[in-house]
DNA sequence: GGTGAATAGGAATTCAAG
DNA sequence: CTTGAATTCCTATTCACC
């Protein structure tokens, strides 16, 4: 789901810096989350982060 | 000359906003500076350029 | 020390497909 | 409308070479 992915991206850019998304998708990853580079080249873009 | 190039990349980008090394150099091939796109990466770190 | 060619690396976009 | 795989695009780095 869409909304929970990146519920949970903001909540991990909150409390740590993130430096590529692949390192952002280890953490989705141990959250339970699976998605794809392209996915979140897409949740960040929607989500205005940088 | 490294120096000259790098002058001349400051007056570039102060006038008009650039959105990519390739199009930095072809702007730059215009004022008859031909570099490569190594370098320019290398100027623009240099220079502390975004 | 500065440079270009080639390569690696990361991110955005395309192209189906669900 | 959302997604993943593949591709494309852009930048940084490596590896000679001068």
Known sequence: ????????I?????GRAVSSQEQLRTLLKEQGIDATQATLSRDIRDLGLV
């Open 1 to 8: 789901m869409k909304s929970r992915r990146q519920s949970v």
């Open 10 to 14: 903001l909540e991990i850019v909150d």
